[in-house]
């Protein structure tokens, strides 16, 4: 069984920048999955974020943190970061990780393998 663990989540004053963290475990074939991150903010929908190839070749953002957030992998510890900085309030949320095998731009809520169970960011105005 494939287990996504995030981590790096808090409480940030905005214009502040925090580093999200996601390790799989379990066996899963890591290497080979394109990794993406989503968010949910209390009473809204989940919403794409980032994505990174299994290779690291390719990103693909929101246009909202388009220029603030970074996507990066490192498959030899099975992991997937994103880095945000010049964070605001509206991006206050549940942070997700997940795993697919389809191109990162088309990565949705509907198309993913595997999920996290996510890390709470909260940016205070």
């Known amino acids: 069984q494939v287990q996504l663990v995030e981590s790096g989540g808090g409480l940030v004053q905005a214009g502040g920048s925090l580093r999200l963290s996601c390790v799989a475990s379990?066996?899963?074939?890591?290497?080979?999955?394109?990794m993406g991150w989503f968010r949910q903010a209390p009473g809204k929908e989940r919403e794409f974020v980032a994505a990174?190839?299994?290779?690291?070749?390719?990103?693909h953002y929101a246009d909202s943190v388009k220029g603030r957030f970074t996507i990066s992998r490192d498959n030899a510890k099975s992991m997937v970061y994103l880095q945000m900085n010049s964070l605001k309030p509206e991006d206050t949320a549940v942070y997700y990780c997940?795993?697919?095998?389809?191109?990162?731009?088309?990565?949705?809520?509907?198309?993913?393998?595997?999920w996290g169970k996510g890390t709470l960011v909260t940016v205070s105005s």
């Open positions: 990174i190839t299994w290779s690291g070749d390719t990103t």
């Open positions: 997940a795993a697919s095998g389809v191109d990162v731009y088309y990565f949705e809520v509907s198309n993913m393998y595997h």
């Open positions: 379990g066996g899963g074939a890591f290497s080979s999955w394109s």
